[in-house]
């Protein structure tokens, strides 16, 4: 461990002397695969050792979604937990109150999400300080991580965590790379590019798949990707998770200030203690999680609106629901009628499994079922900005009927 810290150290501070420009980006990719093989092997180190998150970390993974409260230690995160869930988590005037995950529930428009309380990170947890590498394992497994910050010194604890995050593999409100990549027996390295590239080259692109040692490969490069981009890729261990960061003790700061704070992108200021703004910050959860409610019907009968299915944006095929209610549901599958809840008097029918169910946020579907088999298909979603125009219509002519 002390030796692959050390040599990490060493290639980080070689990258901070390194100028960066055209003549030294084939040396800085390489420095930056060869990192990313290290901080691997922290991550997972050789021989097995580790076994798991480690006791009091092992939380079983409940509800619809699953949310982590990261932070340093004494910024709230064990109130915010109090106070939104109504579990008591061990609050005090002393850093390192919790020392293990404290899970809580809350039920928001239907959907039931799981909330963590991880136990406060330092500065190179991602390299076994603390328990710094059993927190972020955790919160890996989340859905939405919420950064608690103190509002009184933000930017510097901010740039720290993502840090952390970054260092064990996790990207912070981004996509994966736009990079094709597969592996072949023999060829070469053969790089194709459909668009001009700043940063990568034949060359460079070579040395950092050598470093690998992959000499036969075909790499397809569909943006403008750094090596940073292509590094990701071949690890093929990176997670993507929506973050919201949570500036916490607004209590204590001016409203010019708290203006300020507002234009922040991905930001929502409250207050724990007096649980100030807490609507704004459950909407914008809300938002982040891309969930979708489905509501059932059974035939002849009243939509049912108490308890709906909640699955998330990437997977709401017929399937998918099927598969939530029950695995058997699939096998007596015929059809589905859906329609919006302000429309029962137009359903659309389909006998297609993967078929996709979203159209509207609120949905109704009833089944009927029979050994017939059944059809598949690939009929995509309506697309984001059909769903947004809609939206706009329909609060505009919520403003008419007020005026």
Known sequence: MSGTLAKIAEIEAEMARTQKNKATAHHLGLLKARLAKLRRELITPKGGG?????????VAKTGDARIGFVG???????????????????????EFTTLTTVPGVIRYKGAKIQLLDLPGIIEGAKDGKGRGRQVIAVARTCNLILIVLDVLKPLGHKKIIENELEGFGIRLNSKPPNIGFKKKDKGGINLTATCPQSELDTETV??????????????TLRSDATADDLIDVVEGNRVYIPCIY???????????ELDIIYKVPHCVPISAHH?????????????????????????????????????????????????????NLIKDFKYSARCSKMDHCHPVCTSILDDFILCFDLLVLWFTQTTHPVR????????????????????????????
């Open 72 to 94: 340093f230690p004494s910024v709230g995160k064990s109130t915010l937990l109090s106070n939104l869930a109504g579990v008591y988590s061990e609050v005090a005037a002393y």
């Open 275 to 327: 649980r100030w703004n807490f609507d704004d910050l459950l909407e914008k959860i809300w938002d982040y999680l891309k969930l979708v409610r489905i509501y059932t019907k059974p035939k002849g009968q009243l939509p049912d609106y108490t308890s709906p299915v909640v699955l998330p944006y990437c997977k709401t095929t017929v399937e998918d629901f099927c598969m939530k209610i029950h695995k």
């Open 50 to 58: 580790g076994g798991g998150p480690g006791e009091g970390f092992d």
């Open 376 to 403: 598949w298909s690939g009929v995509r979603l309506l697309n984001t900005t059909l769903k947004k125009l809609v939206k706009t219509i329909l609060l505009k002519m919520r403003m008419l009927f007020r005026l």
């Open 206 to 219: 070579k040395s950092i798949l050598a470093e690998y040692k992959i000499h036969n490969a075909d790499v």
């Open 246 to 256: 949570v500036l916490n003790k607004i209590d204590q700061i001016s409203i010019e």
